[in-house]
């Protein structure tokens, strides 16, 4: 009875970050962590991935000797998975800004649909990319990159281990940068494109000054723009390499400046 009770007391702590610094890496993860899932099924999902990951996690160096050290210790595990979640997370927050970069120079700036992962209204041509992301990532079997930072993080970043540098403050201001970078890079093209279009109707307009231009211009900018997203499926191919690898990138940098090096 009472190995049992030294067992538990050994044990349960361990556990308990463990769980918590999956919870919140599942909270904020993409595709993985969406809220279109069920609530029970996700906390199944973190419960059975505790069960699988904390035989393989080093607790023997885990020292917990009071109650607030162990809710000081939770939050760290806690704000290190949500940390690492934020990372992924940003990169395909991306494809909404460049599709409002898009629906704006379409006219499409009210057209607004709710997304299911932040419950908030988006761009339709944002929420399209996004879609389109996720698809890209799921045959390019980049789902697993996520199980394997779920998996790899504890190796690299022990439990009560984790550090708070200056560095990852930088690298975390840094991703609104790199984001705003990808968005612009996909949404150019497009913007460019309808740029030209609205050069071309202001032209005609100044030969036809008897044209009305906003009852012509705001069908043509629509019908164009819709063209320039099946044309960008292309480019989509073309840059998905450089965003997988930004992405791993900066997953990468963040466990090692949360690790310490």
């Not at 029970?40 to 991935?49: A, E, G, P, T």
């Not at 968005?183 to 279009?197: D, K, N, Q």
């Amino acid at each position: 009875m009472f190995e049992f009770i030294d067992i538990l007391s050994k044990n349960v702590p361990g556990y308990m970050l463990v769980f918590v610094r999956i919870s919140g890496m599942i909270l904020t993860l993409p595709i993985i962590g969406s809220p279109v899932i069920n609530p029970k099924v996700r906390v199944l999902f973190i419960f059975i991935l505790t069960l699988i990951i904390f035989p393989m996690v080093d607790t023997y160096s885990l020292s917990i000797n009071s109650f607030p050290e162990l809710i000081f210790d939770v939050s760290r595990e806690l704000l290190i998975g949500l940390i690492i979640g934020f990372g992924a997370q940003v990169i395909f927050e991306a494809f909404i800004m460049a599709g409002g970069f898009v629906g704006r120079q379409m006219g499409l700036a009210m057209a607004n649909v709710m997304d299911p992962n932040s419950f908030q209204q988006v761009p339709i041509v944002g929420q399209f990319w996004m879609f389109l992301m996720v698809t890209y990532f799921v045959v390019a079997d980049g789902h697993h990159l996520f199980i394997e930072t779920l998996f790899k993080n504890f190796k690299l970043i022990p439990l009560g281990g984790g550090t708070f540098t200056p560095e990852l403050g930088q690298s975390i201001a840094y991703s609104g940068s790199m984001a705003f970078n990808i968005a612009f890079r996909f949404a150019v093209p497009t913007m460019i494109f309808l740029l030209l279009v609205e050069a071309a109707v202001a032209l005609t307009v100044r030969v036809m000054p008897q044209m009305n231009a906003f009852f012509v211009s705001l069908p043509l900018r629509i019908g164009c723009g819709i063209f320039a997203l099946i044309a960008s499926l292309n480019i989509f191919q073309l840059l998905f390499d450089s965003v997988y690898s930004d992405l791993v990138n900066f997953l990468g940098r963040i466990v090692l400046q949360l690790k310490g090096a």
